[in-house]
């Protein structure tokens, strides 16, 4: 499974705010109840990391309301090794 980096923005009306804190918390989904909130300064975004099979199955996961305004990026790790051959081929390709 891939990683996916869930932003859910919302309006930084106190009331709209807190609403879309209780639409998460309400759902009982482990994902979004533990959601990290910048909200307290300023930044009013929910972040959620998930494990989904491609983009369209990360979004399910989000309220309805919410995904068509979420930016979802799928993560990756590289290793030391790759991107050094990485460098490499387009230094090559470069001459």
Not at 9 to 27: G, K, M, N, Q, S
Not at 47 to 62: D, F, G, H, P, S
């Amino acid at each position: 499974m891939a990683r996916f980096f869930i932003e859910v923005p919302h309006e930084a009306d106190t009331i709209v705010c807190a609403h879309a804190v209780r639409i998460f918390l309400e759902t009982g989904s482990h994902f979004l109840t533990n959601a990290d909130w910048g909200c307290s300064d300023g930044e009013h975004k929910a972040w959620i990391t998930v494990e989904a099979e491609n983009k369209q199955e990360a979004q399910r996961i989000l309220p309805s309301a919410y995904r068509s305004r979420a930016k979802i990026v799928q993560l990756n790790k590289f290793a030391m090794a790759e991107i050094e051959e990485l460098i490499r081929h387009h230094q090559r390709s470069a001459a």
